[in-house]
């Protein structure tokens, strides 16, 4: 189960690495202005989210279930720290769905969002792997 557990992290860390890295790119291309750049970033986008980030979450999360059915049922009926974790991977896919539609936004030319506001949306991503990791190691609650 440690080698479930050790790929469960590596697939997780890339899905962030993703979760990270697409919304700025968002915020350049909402700030760029020549069809060059248009399209490199496009090109970019769709690479990032359909060839590293997308298969690094389902990969996380089938691991993840995995993990959870073979060892952590008991865990996940009893402890508040494993809801808590639940609730933000939960957060986390639906932030990943938010970002596809952004994909798709993009690359159909209909970005109606500022540089501004993609800065702030690249936050969440952060809160989220710091709780994800405070409910597991240190198990607050």
Request: aromatic share 10%; hydrophobic share 45%.
């Given at each position: 189960m440690l080698w479930v557990k050790a790929f469960h992290i590596i697939f997780m860390v890339t899905w962030f690495a993703g979760l990270f890295y697409l919304p700025r790119l968002f915020v350049y291309h909402a700030d760029s202005t020549d069809e060059?750049?248009?399209q490199r970033f496009k090109i970019m986008e769709r690479k990032l989210f359909?060839?590293?980030m997308t298969p690094g979450a389902v990969i996380t999360?089938?691991?993840g279930l995995w993990m959870l059915f073979d060892y952590a049922w008991a865990a996940y009926k009893t402890e508040l720290w494993m809801h808590l974790k639940m609730g933000a991977v939960?957060?986390?896919?639906?932030?990943?769905?938010?970002?596809w539609?952004?994909?798709n936004d993009f690359?159909?030319?209909?970005?109606?969002?500022s540089h501004v506001w993609y800065r702030w949306f690249n936050e969440l991503p952060v809160l989220l792997l710091v709780a994800v990791v405070i409910f597991v190691v240190v198990r607050p609650f």
């Open positions: 060059i750049s248009n359909y060839g590293i999360l089938l691991l939960i957060v986390l896919i639906a932030y990943h769905g938010v970002c539609k952004l994909v690359k159909y030319d209909r970005n109606s969002r």
